[in-house]
């Protein structure tokens, strides 16, 4: 089962919103609604910040939020803010040899 | 206050095995799945692998097998990551996380702090 594809890294400025996909397979995100996406800043344990496509964490800010498209998953970010500044995984369940797949990861940059 | 400690750095020689632990508290252990998850330097997340600490059931990676294995002792609500003939390749980080077992998706809401692992000669 090869990672999930991710951009490498995504910019934008203070206020904009940016888009984040993952591209799997029909074996992953194409068939199941179990993708979730996790925030890792340097040196830190990751977050989960989006769970069942497009499900939030309790008390976690409504600026994050997920959707789904056959084969591609995607998070937005909305009102970019400095402290977003981190890489961002997203995480499938899959019917292939394991159980669950991370994205390759991307690093968002607030210019 | 819910965590997950896991054990310190350790540095090993090629070949040699170890255990990391990961231990809860402020929740039911056995009511959440426990996750194993590896970073390499500058490197992304990969699944390992998890355990059920109820019946010790697991659910593993295929690419790690019969290179590491997983398990639990309830009693003190501790995980393990063993990994056995370390090569330098197994340098990373390693990180446990709890799932709960209600979820299908891999929601990981409480991770520990990292376990870094260093394989040199």
């Known amino acids: 089962q090869s990672a999930l594809t991710q951009p490498a890294s995504v910019s934008g400025s203070p206020g904009q919103s940016i888009t984040i996909s993952c591209t799997g397979t029909?074996?992953?995100?194409?068939?199941?609604?179990?993708v979730s996406w996790y925030q890792q800043h340097p040196g830190k344990a990751p977050k989960v910040i989006i769970f069942?496509?497009?499900h939030r964490p309790s008390g976690l800010s409504n600026r994050f939020s997920g959707s789904k498209s056959g084969n591609t998953a995607s998070l937005t970010i909305s009102g970019l803010q400095a402290e977003d500044e981190a890489d961002y995984y997203c995480?499938?369940?899959?019917?292939?040899?394991?159980?669950?797949?991370f994205g390759t990861g991307t690093r968002v940059t607030v210019l | 206050e819910v965590q997950l400690v896991q054990s310190g750095a350790e540095v090993k020689k090629p070949g040699e095995s170890l255990r990391i632990s990961c231990k809860g508290s402020?929740?039911?252990?056995?009511?959440?799945?426990i996750n194993w998850v590896r970073q390499m330097p500058e490197k992304g997340l990969e699944w390992m692998g998890r355990?059920?600490?109820?019946?010790?059931?697991?659910n593993d990676n295929p690419s790690f097998q019969g290179h590491v294995t997983i398990s639990v002792d309830k009693s003190i609500n501790t995980a393990y990551l063993h990994l056995s003939s370390l090569q330098a390749s197994d340098t990373a980080m390693y990180f446990c996380?709890?799932?709960?077992?209600?979820?299908?998706?891999?929601?990981?809401?409480?991770w520990g702090q990292g376990t870094l692992v260093t394989v040199s000669s």
């Open positions: 996380a709890r799932q709960a077992r209600s979820s299908s998706s891999l929601t990981a809401d409480y």
């Open positions: 402020g929740y039911s252990f056995t009511n959440y799945w």
């Open positions: 355990i059920d600490p109820s019946d010790s059931y697991t």
């Open positions: 029909i074996v992953d995100i194409g068939d199941y609604n179990f």
């Open positions: 069942d496509v497009s």
């Open positions: 995480a499938s369940y899959t019917s292939s040899t394991t159980l669950y797949v």
